[in-house]
């Protein structure tokens, strides 16, 4: 019989001490945009697109690190939140972000130019939305409902995401209740872009859905779909020739499938950059009929 010692996050997790629940790093923006970057270069066709997404997320960085301190829910309201599983920061039970119609406008300016000049027309045009037409924006992004601005919407995503991801850094894990089942997320109500397999301290190995309005990550069991919690059949695609990082792990219960990001294969993968950068397998997953039940807020007028 052998035996295998284990490392420090393995003993951590294997003592019952696992982190269910990871809030937003400060620099999430930034290693987002560095991901993007380094991806840009070696992708030839989505270069521009991901050289575009990566300076917008630099101006997010800087927004966010601008803002002042954000209002959250009372302590009342976070315990009742607490006590019926309820997610404290979801959109509908707050009231909008004072000021985040003018993230919009310094996200428009600030990534411009790193649009073609065809592409420079529409982002200008945001630019000059008034407060009211980006809230309808915003209000039709958040529901997740009816077609929105094309041009508007990632601008208008990338302003919330700025708002809502520093809003779940301000609260403490111990504050937000644990799911009854993993669809959404338990600090914001939202749908997860990706999972991601993380490395490193107590989540070494751990599987994590990641927000894609807050950016916090909740823990779910590997080979469990997180759309219907079915935990047979589930298999995992990815483009051959790859190494495999990115995976496509589609469910039979209810034919959806979810990127799997496995930081285990390559440290710098990230939960929002390596889906977009790897569209190429979300069409092989659409064209055998498959749909994808997590949503990149960068590509939402994909959708349209
Ligand atoms: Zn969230
Ligand atoms: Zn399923």
């Known amino acids: 019989m052998t035996s295998k010692l284990l490392q420090p ?30 991806l840009a270069d070696r992708m030839l066709g989505l270069g521009d697109y991901l050289r575009f997404v990566a300076r917008l997320a630099r101006v997010q960085q800087a927004c966010a690190d601008a803002l002042s301190a954000p209002a959250l829910p009372d302590a009342e309201c976070l315990d009742q939140c607490r006590a019926h599983a309820m997610p404290p920061l979801a959109p509908g039970g707050l009231p909008p972000p004072a000021g985040w119609q003018e993230t919009v406008r310094e996200l428009a300016r600030g990534a411009v130019d790193a649009l073609p000049e065809s592409g420079r027309t529409a982002l200008q045009r945001v630019t000059a939305m008034t407060d009211a037409q980006l809230d309808e924006v915003a209000v039709r992004l958040l529901e997740g409902g009816d077609p929105v601005d094309a041009a508007a919407a990632p601008v208008v995503g990338a ?5 809502w991801s520093r809003r779940a850094r301000a609260l403490e894990p111990g504050q937000v209740a644990r799911p009854a089942h993993p669809t959404l997320c338990p600090v914001c109500g939202a749908h997860p872009v990706s999972s991601v397999v993380r490395i490193g301290g107590t989540a070494e190995g751990l599987r994590y859905l990641h927000c894609a309005l807050c950016a916090s990550e909740w823990h779910v069991v590997r080979a469990k779909c997180s759309n219907c919690d079915n935990t047979r059949g589930i298999a995992c695609y990815h ?21 799997l990001v496995r930081q285990d294969k390559d440290p710098l993968a990230d939960p929002v950059a390596d889906d977009l950068a790897t569209l190429a397998l979300d069409l092989l997953m659409d064209e055998a009929g498959h749909a994808k039940s997590g949503i990149n807020w960068y590509l939402v007028q994909g959708r349209l």
């Open 239 to 259: 483009i051959e020739g790859g190494d495999g990082a990115i995976q496509a792990e589609h469910c039979p219960e209810c034919d959806s499938y979810l990127k």
């Open 159 to 163: 302003a919330l995401q700025v708002h």
């Open 9 to 38: 996050g393995q003993i951590e997790a294997a003592a019952g001490t696992i982190p269910e629940l990871r809030l937003p790093p400060a620099d999430l923006f930034l290693t987002r945009a560095r991901r993007l970057e380094q």
